[in-house]
């Protein structure tokens, strides 16, 4: 790609308006997936992105070592945000088997190594533009419409656990947002589509 022509739509300058979206059909999801099934360091990026809603930098500061000897049901503990705050992550069976996959096409990977290493340079890891591009990338491919980068990922962790009915004070507090609209705004949930939800019979 040129100079210049990175883009970066999660960061977006003072001349840009541009939101980046979460991605609300979960058959593109899915698609997107598949598409990185034979890609294990792609598939635990995305899998870990949409599964538990960890940032995508917080993803890049990760070691091979914080993740290689997790198993089903274990938890991850890691720094979040400017702050590095500390948090438990669970992994869950989707995120276990991503790691097992990951560790198998991997298993000379150094545990002092980037999680999400460079494919030309494994000793480096991604760049948050370089993850953002590959999201645009992976959106494109299943032809997912929208503005779409790296915070689609957890964008997307959150629309869907509030469309499922997950409890939004305890996903405000995960998130670490100062309030209730602010999580649903940072997944573009309407009050409309929370309305519907505490609707819902039990």
């Known amino acids: 790609m040129p100079k210049g022509d990175h883009k970066n739509w999660d960061h977006p300058n003072k001349k840009q308006s541009t939101r980046v979206e979460p991605i609300k059909d979960k058959e593109k999801i899915n698609a997107i997936k598949g598409l990185l099934s034979d890609q294990p360091r792609d598939f635990l990026l995305w899998t870990l992105g949409l599964q538990t809603g960890i940032r995508a930098t917080d993803i890049l500061n990760l070691k091979v070592e914080d993740v290689r000897y997790l198993g089903n049901g274990d938890w991850l503990q890691i720094k979040e945000g400017k702050k590095k705050k500390l948090n438990q992550i669970f992994i869950n069976p989707e ?12 298993p000379d990977s150094p545990d002092h190594s980037p999680l999400i290493f460079n494919l030309r340079e494994p000793e480096k890891g991604l760049s948050i533009v370089h993850v953002a591009n590959l999201v645009r990338k992976w959106c494109q491919t299943v032809n997912c419409k929208g503005r779409f980068g790296a915070r689609t990922m957890r964008k997307s962790f959150v629309f869907h656990q509030i469309k499922s009915g ?24 309407s009050d409309e589509d929370v309305q519907r939800l505490c609707m819902r019979v039990l």
């Open 95 to 106: 995120v276990y088997k991503a790691i097992v996959r990951y560790n198998e096409a991997y």
């Open 166 to 189: 997950e409890n939004i004070a305890s996903l405000r507090k995960r998130m670490g947002h100062s309030s209730e609209k602010m999580t649903r705004e940072y997944a573009d949930v």
